[in-house]
Structure formats: C-alpha cells, structure tokens
C-alpha cells in the first residue's frame, strides 16, 4: 500500500488545495482526502507526526487533549480512547475524564487546524464534510517506522520500550503478587523521576 498523497492521487482536485507556506515541505509524509457523511465521529486518538486538517466543505467540531492529560482518557495498549464521545460519556464509568482539560473549536469551510504530534483528538462531522490531512515529520526520519503507510504506527524507540515493558512483565510474573506490586512500584517511580515531566513543563517541542 502506498503513503497517500493528495496531489498525485487526485490530479483534478489537486490545483484547488495550495500547500500552506509554513509547511516543512521536505518533512511532509502523506496527505490524505477524508469525505464523510454527517454525524460521523473519528475516536479519540493521537498521531506521531504534526498534522494540519484543512476544512473544505462543511463544518466539524473538534476535541483536543495535551498528552499530559493521558492518565484521565483511558487509552487502551491500542492508543485509543474508551471515551468514544467525550462530548456525553457516563461520568459514573469514567470519572476520570473530569480533569481532562479539552480545547475546542468549530472548522468552518476555509479553516485549517494545527493538531500537534502526541496530542489526543477527536471529531465530529457535523455535516457533509470534505477535509484533507497533511502529515509531517518533526524528528529525523529514521525515528520512524519505515513500515509506517497511515503516520500513526509508535516511534521505533517506543515500540522498542513496550517491548522492554512486556518482558519485564513476564520476568516479573514469575514472583508472588504481594513481590510483583513492589517491583512494579519501583520501575513505576524510576520511569517517572527519569522521564515524566510536569504539565508546565511539557511542550510539543
């Protein structure tokens, strides 16, 4: 399956939808035609790569959360939501997702929204829509699956730390749960005093 491409794969639309100026053009990995009918809703997920969403006909009505808001959206091992409407959900299965911080914003015919690499969206059709998506490349591309069509697999360093995750697991599975909670709870405090940063500092940069 080949990466989409906007302009190749849609000659006669192509002279209609000028690439923004500010986009990194050399970065750029896919662009994507997305015809929906009303009513249609695209779950709560992220995306590895920047992504501008250009509105061409129609309106949607858009979600987004930062990443450091994870902990409250119950993602699943797949990177999506069990929230598949954050707009009504039952507060009583999901109470978490009270501290959640939305941003929201309506897309009009002519708008472009910039949704950032890691930030969790989600999008409602709110008539016939016609939209395009362009991906793009913040890192080298090397930080990239070469195996990745769609721009939404993990970062090859990630998929390596799962796997570090699930062997962990397992060596620890051979110990008594009164043992495993304890050696969970020491890997837990030694990933966050290395990596987590606070909200304040954590920026898409």
């Known amino acids: 399956t080949s990466v989409p491409d906007f302009w190749t794969q849609w000659p006669e639309l192509a002279p209609d939808v000028r690439m923004p100026r500010a ?5 750029v990995f896919s662009s994507v035609l997305r015809i929906c009918s009303k009513g249609c809703l695209l ?8 992504n501008l969403l250009l509105q061409v006909r129609g309106r949607k009505h858009v979600v987004l959360y930062p990443p450091f808001d994870y902990d409250y959206l119950y993602i699943g091992a797949n990177g999506k939501s069990s929230v598949r409407n954050p707009r009504q959900y ?3 299965r999901f109470p978490l997702m009270k501290f959640a911080r939305p941003y929201e914003c309506l897309l009009e ?24 998506n362009i991906f793009w490349r913040r890192l080298e591309s090397s930080a990239y699956d070469p195996k990745d069509t769609f721009g939404n697999r993990d970062f090859l360093a990630s998929q390596r730390a799962h796997s570090g995750v699930w062997k962990a697991i397992k060596t620890l599975s051979s110990l008594p749960k009164y043992y495993q909670d304890f050696e969970a709870r020491r890997l837990i405090k030694i990933i966050r005093d290395r990596l987590i940063t606070s909200n304040n500092e954590t920026t898409s940069g």
């Open 90 to 92: 039952d507060i009583e």
């Open 109 to 132: 015919e002519g708008d472009i929204l910039y949704i950032p690499a890691l930030w969790f969206h989600n999008v409602v059709a709110l008539e016939f829509s016609v939209a395009l």
């Open 23 to 27: 986009l990194p053009r050399d970065k």
């Open 43 to 50: 779950f709560t997920h992220y995306d590895v790569m920047d």
